[in-house]
Nanobody, 121 residues
Framework: QVRLLESGGGSVQAGGSLKLSCAAS????????MGWYRQAPGKERELVSS???????SYVDSVKGRFTISRDNSKNTLYLQMNSLKTEDTAVYTC???????????????WGRGTQVTVSS
């Protein structure tokens, strides 16, 4: 059974930092692409960042230079380091796994339950 469990969310003032974690189980983590999504109230879900099995990364323009995605295959864990947080980063952040394609993150089919990130001014 595939399971994805996020942690590390919380409340922080603008300019602060948070590090999100996603503990994965039920599949061979090291062979699959992973990603982070977010959804703010009244807005559509968007892909924030993704990482391949070979650790190639991508980011949405709004977080480039501030967020860093990484993975620790020995711990079956995905991370999102979030620095210089802005109020517009406030959202529920969800990790996702692509088990449809080998290594790349193209079409995710498993999601975690999400963790709330709130950034205040």
């Amino acid at each position: 059974q595939v399971r994805l469990l996020e942690s590390g969310g919380g409340s922080v003032q603008a300019g602060g930092s948070l590090k999100l974690s996603c503990a994965a189980s039920g599949y061979i983590f090291s062979s699959r692409g992973m990603g982070w999504y977010r959804q703010a109230p009244g807005k559509e879900r968007e892909l924030v960042s993704s990482i391949s099995s070979g650790s190639s990364t991508s980011y949405v323009d709004s977080v480039k230079g501030r967020f860093t995605i990484s993975r620790d295959n020995s711990k079956n864990t995905l991370y999102l380091q979030m620095n210089s947080l802005k109020t517009e980063d406030t959202a529920v952040y969800t990790c996702a796994a692509d088990l449809r394609n080998w290594g790349v993150f193209l079409n995710p089919n498993y999601w975690g339950r999400g963790t709330q990130v709130t950034v205040s001014s």
